[in-house]
C-alpha cells in the first residue's frame, strides 16, 4: 500500500524558487484557467469555441508542474506519486485492495502511461465527477485550476506557505494537466515526462 508519507527517494536537497518563477507560474495558471473557462462559457452560448484551447491549457498545467517541482527539490512523478496516495488514503473508499496510483505512477515516467494512471485513480475515487457529462466534467475542472492560480499567487505574496503548496498545489498542477487532456480525448504522446519542459523554461499560452 501506498504510504503517503515516505521519504522520496528523488528528493533534491533545498528550494530554489525566486517571487519570478512564482509570478511566472501564476500568470501562465491564470491564462490556462481562462481559456478553460473562456471554452466552457463559448459552448454554454452555442458560440465557437476550440478545444484546442484547453488542450494547451492542460499542456501549460503539465508543464508548469513539472517546472516548479524541479525547482521546489522534487522530481515530477515523485512528488505526483505521493499527492495520489495522499488522496486515495483519506477517500472513503480507500481499502488495502483499493488501486494504488502512486505504485502505478513510479512505475512510469511516461505520460501516456500516467494519463491511463490518473484515469484509473478517477474511476476508482471520483465516481461523481466521471459520471458527469464531458461539459460538466470541463467545468468542474476549470474550478480547480482557478484555485491552482489563485493557490500559486497566494504563495508569490507570501501569504501561504510554500511547503504545503509544494506538497499539494504543484502535483494537482500535472493531475489536472492530465485531466484536461483525458476529458478532451487528447491521448497524450509515450514521451518522458522529464522532456516535457527543459529547466529554466517558463511556458506561455498566447493572448
Known sequence: MADASAPAAN????????????????LDLATASAAVSNYCDHVEHNERADVEDVREAGAVLRATA???????GYEPVELYARRLAMIEERN?????????????????GDLRQLQLVQ??????????VVGLTKCDQLRHY??????????????????????????????????????????????????????????????????
Open 11 to 26: 528528493l533534491r536537497p533545498t528550494m530554489s524558487f525566486s517571487r519570478a518563477h512564482l509570478v511566472d507560474a501564476a
Open 66 to 72: 513539472v517546472r516548479l517541482s524541479r525547482l521546489g
Open 92 to 108: 472513503v473508499l480507500h481499502s488495502e485492495d483499493s488501486f494504488d496510483g502512486a505504485s502505478a505512477a513510479r512505475g512510469t
Open 119 to 128: 484515469a484509473a485513480h478517477d474511476r476508482a475515487y471520483h465516481a461523481d
Open 142 to 207: 476549470a474550478l480547480h485550476v482557478a484555485k491552482l492560480a489563485g493557490a500559486t499567487a497566494r504563495v508569490a505574496r507570501g501569504e501561504i506557505p510554500r511547503e504545503d503548496w509544494l506538497e499539494r498545489r504543484v502535483p494537482d498542477m500535472l493531475l489536472f494537466g492530465l485531466k484536461l487532456a483525458t476529458v478532451t480525448s487528447d491521448a497524450l504522446l509515450a514521451e518522458s515526462v522529464e522532456e516535457v519542459l527543459p529547466l529554466g523554461a517558463s511556458p506561455r499560452l498566447a493572448a
